[in-house]
Structures are given as C-alpha cells and as structure tokens.
C-alpha cells in the first residue's frame, strides 16, 4: 500500500486570547509514488469545517470525515491522484487549558496577570492545533503565519520574516521556513513577551513577561555556551539563526526542545540571585544543556518511531551534565549524575514491572513516571557504560558520523550502534543489544576460588521473579595487594559465569570502579567487604566507590538478601564522610528506610542519622560560607531536613531561628531557603500555612514558589496536614500540585493520612494533567498504602486500573515497603 508524504505545511492561524478560540488554514503540500484516493491526517479536538484540493488555483471541495477515537481526518479526493498535491483546511480549535496542544498560560508578575497561548506538541499533540501527518518521521518545512492583537508578541521556530499592520488593532506576522522536521518540533506562541538577547553568529535571546528580564540573564549566558560547546563537540553547526529560550508559566513538563524555540517551566530558565539556590542554579544549567544537545539529538537526527525516544532522551540527558561538566568542572556534576540519574534508575529498572529502553510497539509512547527513569535516566547511564567502554574519542567520533549520516532525517538504534562501531571496532551492536532490546539489568555475584574470581549474572529485582536474561557486561575489578598498590583487570562477561585469576597477593578487590557499568554487585566473601569497609574509612576507595557499595547493599536490603541492620553496620565506616555522592545517597536511603519502617523500628535509623548529619553540618558549618564547593552547598540543605526529622535539637533550634528571621521580613541566605521553609512547617502551626500563602501570593519567583510548596508538604500536625491538602486542591495552580503532594506523601507524619485524602479527592486529582495524576498515583500507592496493601489493590482492581503501568508499578513498590516492613519485623522478633 502507497501512503501519502509530507513536503510542505502553510500553517495561518488566528488565535483569540479573550474568547481562547483559533481559527485555522493549513495547506499541506504532499507527494505520493502511487495513485491514491484518499488522504489520512491526524486531528483532535478541531472543528474541521472544509477540505479542499488545490490544483492551479483552482479549488475542488472534497468530502471528509473526522473520527475522534482515531484522531483522524480522512478526506476524499476526486479522482485517484498520485505525484505532488496540495490540499487546504480550514477549521477552528479552542485556545485550550489542558497544557497540550495550543493552550492557554497565565502568568503573574507584580500582581498583575496577563495570558498568553503556545504550543506544546510531544509525543502526539500537533494535531491539536492543526490536522498533519504527526509522526517523528513524517517530516516537511513549515512556513508559519499568525494573525494577532497588534500590542502582542509572537514567536515561532523560524525568524520573524515579515510584519504587517491589519484593521481593528490587529497584525499579521510571517516566520521564516523552518528546516525539514517534525510535527512535535514545531512552536509558536503570542504572548506579552518581552526579549533579553546576546547577539552573536547565532541570536540567542530569552523571551519572559515585561518585570523579570533581569532574572534572565543567568540562562541566557549558559545557552551561549551550552550552544558553542555543542557545535564544537557535534562538529555540526546549529543549523537556525536564532535561538530562544521561552518561559511559560504554565507548563506540564520541565522543558520542550522546540528547534530554535525551546519553552521552559519558569523555574528552570528564569534566575533570580536572591532567591535562587545553588540546586535551583544547577538545576537551569543541566536543563537548559539537556533542551540544547537536542537540537542535535532529536531535532537534527528524530528516531524514526517513538520505540527509538531513547535517543533523544538519553543523549540529553548525558549531554545535559555533560555540558555543565565542561562549563563548571568544580560542580562535581558526574556525581549528581550518579545519584541523579544512575541510582534512579537502577532503582526503577529493578522492579518487575518495567521494559526495555526499545520501548516495546512504541506508538503510543508517553513520557512520564514510569517510561522517563528509563528512557532518560537508564538510558544516560549507559551512554556513560559505552564510553567508559569505547574511549572518550572514540565515543565522539562516533557520534559525529552518526550525527552526520542522519542529519534531517531519522534513525533508529542500530544506526548509532554501527557508527560507534565503525570507529572503535568494538562489538557495539553484539554487546548493546542486550541492554536496549530487553527489561532489567544484571546482578554480578562474585566469589573467591584460590587464585581465581569467578562472576555470575542474574536479572536484578526486588521481587523474586523467574528470569535467564544474560547481558554481554564490561567487566572490569580493581584489586588491591598486599603491598599497597592496586591495578585494574577487565573482561568481557559474556554467558552465565566467567573467571578471571588475581594472583595470589590480593587483599582486597572493587568490582565495576568508578561504577560504570551498569549492574549491581554482591561479595560473597564478608572479609573482602570488610577490607573495602576500610578502604571506604580511610578514603583509597573513590568517591564513586564508596557511593555504589553501599547503594548496592541497600538494593540487597530491599531484596531482602541483606538486613537493614546489616546496612546500618557497614555504614559505621562512613563516620568520616565528608563527599557530597556517598553522604547524599545515604541520606536517600536512611529516610527511605525510615518511612518504611513501623515507628518502634525507627530508632536505630534516627540515631544514626542524627550523629552523621550533624557531623556533617558541624565540619561544613550550619550558614553557607562565601565560596564554598558547590556541593557543599547543596548537601547542606539535605542534612538540616534530614537532621530535624531524625530529632536533631541543635540542628531544628537554628533552622527555627532563621524561620523566625523570615517572619519579621528579614532575609534567609537562598542555599538554605527551602529547608528553612521545611523546618518551619515541620515546627509550625495555622499561621505558619497563612504565611506560607501570602508570601507564594506575592512571589514573582518560581523558585520560592517551589520552596513553599515543599514546605507545605511538611506539616506534623494532622489538622494541618488536612488543612494544606486542601489548600493543594483549593489553591495551588494546576501545574505545581502534584510537587506539594509528592512531599506530603514523604513525611512520615502526613503519610498514614494520604491514602484516605486520595481516595475522598479523587474525582479531583483525575482533573490533573494525566502525567501530573500519573505522579500522584506513583507518590501516594507505595507510601500512603503502607500498612493496607490490600485495600489499595482492591481498590485498583474494582476501578479496571491494575493493569495501568504506573499503578503498577507504584502497587509493586508497595509491595517492597511492606516485605521490607515484615522482614525485618520477623528478624527482631527472632532476636528477642
Ligand atoms: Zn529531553
């Protein structure tokens, strides 16, 4: 069967900012190799009112049908037709409030609000806003043209190309063609914009609402040089003579590439000094990488099916840090990678519930709580595996053919396989089919045999679970001798088991250093773990070292191989931490333990939390320094929450001094805002959630706003709890809702009440974005369904949803917290 290819959109759109309606002509101009009569379009929610085919100049009306469950239009040609045609729609579409499509966004600076409308097209949401061909490899150029209030601004992929007053105040605005891409990549937006620009060989300009320019500028300067590490890295020029980076107020997700108009939540583009922390500053600059590399990975080169996101997504993902490496190498940004990205999605691999990075069918892929730690975060990670892999020069030789053999058209995996391979000749494709192509990832055991090491693999999860999955793995040991030297073995582990000999002289071995594989570890031999026990104490292991052994003997925790009293033993050889990786995963994975935990087996765990955090804090000082390292900054603000929740006296009597500063209007240093504003709420009571009101009323920041949303989650008192959720329903803009309630549903003292305020909000929380219900769902299910597994599974099964991929796995990781909870349960009571 033919199909009909995209050449050639003319996209005329009048949007109507008062009523939230657009009225819509786009000419498509097509090309089919045989004769075909009919033409299948995507459309949704679009008011298609005629169809015409264009042939010179005349114009021939054709029936057509629209199918709402389908998303389709199907219009009918007069006669069979093959070659170039072109045909006309026109339609009206309504200026939506559901943040996909063409939607309406509301923003408020200095009290005053004023609307604008953009676009938001990924994964399939083009044909909100005009009937296409909406698939990645569908691609055309687009002439976009806009018909608007002469007193707004209008932005596009493209250059404005021209600009013409029209009757009753209105304007018509022509972009520039675009370049040959597809329908998600296409932007436009009319707004009260105002610009903060950096002209250079390419225009890169900040587009926000007139009173917060200042707050641009921050961005603006990184996406300059995240622009030119990029050409000069990809070897490949940024292909669009400008560059603008959006913010949108009201936004689903955190960014969207966009090709030449990349849109942002606020909080991830706009940089206000005062308010804004170092993790908030990081946090702009790991986003704003990520949205740029991009251009390349996504809107140069676009997988040919949704299945192949994973090469957008782990590209930028692994360039996003990578960037920001190379711009601020004291940031240390490999190691929030690690805790970031790496232990996430170690974390989210390792459930039953879970796919490969080759998305399985692949058409109607969606990007949210379940498919992103994959897709993005496992993904990066093993982005990170084959260039520890292939060598660093190798990796970007690879990418630069890769890059340019596609570029404006589309790949899929093995293309990149074959151009790594081409230049490192190296088995690429043999050894990455079995991380791409299946679910899960490996479990290394390792034993002692004389001389020998022998390692064998299974599939690692939580659950027990039948699995003879194999992964070819870069195996790679460093051993330790007697004399206190140590060399690094490698080999390709390629079966079940393999062996490798040592020697004889070895005290101690590391297997996968600097944790670049992509697999979890577990020694056989407690003296061997015991000698790297001393090599984490005395600091010869490094920092990666001593972060992924302990994270791998918490994973065996909630496996249930380890006990936890097991993982708070070998955690005595981290009384001298002082690196950020180690100390913040530990503290992830002590207050993980601590709210799974039954309250008269959280003592051990307050305790030894307690005398780490505040040991911390006290050889880091409580207030920020001038010019401290920037992880020290970031790890500050952990540890106070952390110490305070623990019971931490010295530690909650400061942050409740400096919460009173800000009572009386006095000013809080920005890298420790947000757990003072914890520590406020944790402490506070009905006036505290006032205040907290006012102020995120008053803020021009979205990065206050954030703070005080986590702050509300963090509330002891019950009555208050249920007063901030209702605020979080009542009150709380539709986009940051589901923020205030994934912290509520982490404190230990709101969670009993989480799962009883869901199921009584329901009807109201399904009103939320799905991927914001989505979040919901997975923040609520494993930690408010604590203690009544099987209430909240009935109450999935009778709704139909246990099938849902994130009830799913939210229900399976309810599943863990309860084992975990009964285990150690049992171990006491064996005890005593
Ligand atoms: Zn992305």
Redesign the pocket.
Known sequence: MGEWTPIHYRIHLEPDLERFRFEGNVEILMHAEQPMREISLNALDLAVWKCELLTAGQREACPFTVDPKKEALQIVLPGERTGRISVAIQYTGEINSKMAGFYRTKTTVGGKASYGAVTQFEESDARRAFPCFDHPAMKATFDVELVINASLVAISNAPVKEESALDEGRKVIRFERTPKMSTYLLFFGVGEFVFTEDKGKVLVRVATVRGVEKQARFALAFARKSLEFSEGYYGIAYPLPKLDLIAVADFAAGAM?NWGAITFRENLVLHDPEVTSRAGEERICVVVA??VA?QWF?NLVTPSDWRYLWL??SF??YFGYGVVDHVYPEWDLWHHFLHGQTEVALDRDALRETFPIEIPGGEHVVINVSTAPII?NKGGSLLREIEAYVGKENFREGLHLYLGKHAYGNAASHHLWESLEEVSSKPISKMMKSWIEQPGFPLVHVKEDDSQLVFTQERFTYQPHESHQEWVIPLAVQVFDAQGGSRTVTTLLEGKSTAIDIGTDVVAYKVNPSHSGFYRVRYHDSRNLHELGSRVKDKSLCAEDRWGLQNDLYALVKKGDLSLEEYLDFLAHYGGEDAYLPLISIGANLYHAYLVMEDKRRERISSVGVSLFEHVLSSIGYDPREGEAHTTSILREHCIWYAVVYGSKGVAEFAQRMFSVLLKGGKVHPDMMKSVFQVGAFSGGGETLDWFAKRSEASDSEHERMNILAALGCFKDRALIERAQQYVLDEVPERNKFVAIGTMAENPYAMPFMWPWYVSSRKKLEQLHPVHYERVLAAVIPWGGLGREEEVKTFFKEKGLEDHSVVRLSLEKLEIHEKMRRVEAERRSDES
């Open positions: 590439e990520h949205e991009h996504g957008n997504e930028a993902t993005y």
